[in-house]
């Protein structure tokens, strides 16, 4: 009697609590739905007058432009990243191990960080134009030198920065494929590059696709580096129709725009990794022995892998060190520990809620799957195949709306302005982080729980324990690694955004992103240099974690595998 009459009060807190678990999981994957079907609304329902004249003057700029960067990208992270992993997975040369664990290391810089360095380094006042013009007597006419700020060199530190995205995917790929189609291609008397080309490349496809897909979308969302070397995309349009043009309904068309793309990217990738197909040739797994490297086979492979590693990292550090030991700012003054605190409130309370988003749609999934869980998963995880700046439109909109009809009924009732309260306010900002990057909590959080087997939930049930003391006491505990390393990726991924941070930002809050992007618009290089150095040390973080993992399978896959024969100089 005594144990039926304490059980009972729990009934109702267990049935509040699950059903805090089940809603809390659709409300998180609704949020996520937002922005976009906001889009969607204020594109339809806002007038066309604006949009008439962007498509009379710059839309198709836009679009090409857009479409010359996605294109240049997406070429260029594909060869560099799958070569560089094909080198370092498979053959062996001087220097390789450390390649193959510098080479995720460009992955720290934000893409307008890269620019402002190299924009310092070759525009005309700049060091390398100004020792030529001192070494050859040559005038400011006299010579042609390749315009840093243009469409190519947009292209060339979008691929600096993303070609990681698909190095990782590729080079883990390649380490799981076994040896035996490989050998089998070599013994029918295929040549390493045609085995290379015809086996081994077609079985990493979804992985190189997929590191690619990630590189574009980065890319159609990048507007820091675009902006400031002047480039017009949709990007740099919807920020212009929104404080430019003061007009929302044409940044929410362009958004629209810039969704549609950015979807039909997304569904495209899915549809050609899904059609893809590979299977291991029976239970044996074979590993490809490394080949040793000779002659100038092996300083072209350290000269292909080194050189992303030299430009993409190694060469902007010690151009940012350079340019702010010249500057006036301090990162230790009142106005930069301001910048730094507003940074790491935003940063910090969009990692813990975003993580918490994300167990929730991913406990909701793994207890009750069914349709609802399903999709709210799949909407949960479009939010990363949306920029930054159609986020920001789609929130703003609905919310700007509810602002002015609440301010309405105040006034009008009790005579009481109650001014911005949504818009105006940071948590609006930090719901736009959490959509952008949910997918990378949740994919966090699931590759976790895929280690815990389904018994340990059956036994924990027979064991009477209901889903939110199952998840507190069994999941959490076993997954803190992987909620850690969730919270310090979004974490990272908040302090480099800015396109949502400049257009959703409140008055006078400003970021370590948005005063580097301020400085460098204003030209004083050397002083975004100091804030740049600060975004890519936190940067380094994930970074770090990164190659301890390549470090620590670099060790796995090379102690008892055999070496082959060098290959000798042809």
């Not at 890519?536 to 470090?551: D, I, N, T």
Request: glycine share 8%; charged share 10%.
């Amino acid at each position: 009697m005594n144990h039926r009459s304490s059980a009972a009060p729990g009934k109702p807190v267990e049935h509040i609590a699950t059903g805090f678990l089940r809603g809390g999981a659709l409300l998180v994957a609704a949020l996520c739905l937002l922005p976009m079907v906001a889009v969607v609304i204020a594109a339809f329902l806002g007038s066309t007058e604006t949009l008439r004249h962007l498509a009379d003057t710059v839309l198709a700029r836009y679009s090409l432009t857009t479409l010359q960067l996605v294109i240049s990208v997406a070429i260029g992270t594909a060869a560099i990243g799958t070569g560089a992993a094909w080198l370092v997975t498979m053959t062996r040369f001087p220097g390789s191990r450390v390649l193959e664990i510098a080479l995720a290391l460009p992955l720290a810089f934000p893409a307008y960080v890269m620019g402002y360095a190299y924009t310092d380094f070759l525009d005309h006042p700049g060091p390398v134009q100004t020792t030529l013009r001192a070494v050859t007597g040559w005038g400011p006419r006299d010579y042609w030198f390749p315009e840093i700020r243009s469409v190519t060199g947009a292209a060339v530190m979008l691929i600096l920065v993303f070609y990681p995205y698909v190095y990782l995917l590729a080079r883990a790929a390649f380490l799981q494929q076994s040896a035996t189609a490989f050998l089998a291609a070599r013994a029918l008397g295929s040549g390493p590059w045609r085995a290379f080309f015809r086996v081994s490349l077609p079985m990493a496809r979804p992985a190189i696709a997929g590191g690619v897909l990630l590189a574009v979308m980065e890319t159609i969302a990048d507007y820091g580096t675009v902006s400031y070397f002047s480039v017009q995309t949709f990007a740099t349009g919807i920020y212009t129709a929104w404080f430019t043009m003061a007009d929302r309904a044409a940044a929410a068309q362009l958004a629209l725009c810039l969704l549609g793309f950015a979807l039909t990217l997304a569904l495209f990738e899915r549809a050609q990794r899904g059609a893809a197909r590979h299977y291991g040739a029976g239970k044996r797994f074979e590993r490809l022995p490394p080949t040793t490297l000779a002659g100038p086979r092996k300083w072209a492979a350290m000269v292909l892998c080194g050189l992303p590693v030299l430009l993409g990292f190694v060469l902007p550090v010690i151009l940012l060190l350079s340019m702010g030991l010249k500057s006036d700012q301090s990162i230790f003054s009142p106005r930069y520990i301001g910048y730094l605190r507003n940074t790491v409130t935003l940063a910090g309370a969009a990692a813990v809620l975003t993580v918490l988003g994300a167990i929730l749609i991913g406990f909701r999934q793994r207890i009750w799957p069914g349709p609802a869980s399903s999709v709210a998963g799949h909407l949960a995880r479009i939010g990363y195949a949306v920029p930054g700046g159609v986020i920001a439109v789609g929130l703003l909109v609905p919310f700007a709306g509810l602002d002015n009809q609440l301010d309405a009924f105040m006034r009008s009732h009790f005579g009481v302005s109650t001014g911005l309260l949504f818009t105006g306010s940071i948590w609006l900002l930090v719901c736009a982080y959490m959509v952008r990057f949910m997918a990378a909590a949740l994919n966090a959080y699931d590759s976790g729980l895929g280690t815990i087997h389904p018994n340990i939930d059956a036994v924990a049930r027979t064991l009477g324990q209901s889903p939110l003391p199952m998840l507190a006491r069994i999941h959490l505990p076993i997954l803190r690694p992987s909620v850690l390393t969730g919270m310090l990726i979004v974490f990272v991924d908040v302090t480099k955004e800015l396109p949502a941070t400049l257009i959703m930002r409140p008055f006078n809050f400003d970021t370590l992103a948005v005063q580097a992007h301020r400085l460098a618009s204003d030209e004083r290089l050397n002083g975004a240099a100091v804030p740049s150095l600060v975004i890519v040390a936190v940067g380094l973080l994930p970074v770090a974690m990164v190659c301890r993992h390549l470090g620590a399978r670099r060790s796995r896959q090379y102690g008892p595998a055999p070496v082959a024969a060098p290959v000798a100089a042809e």
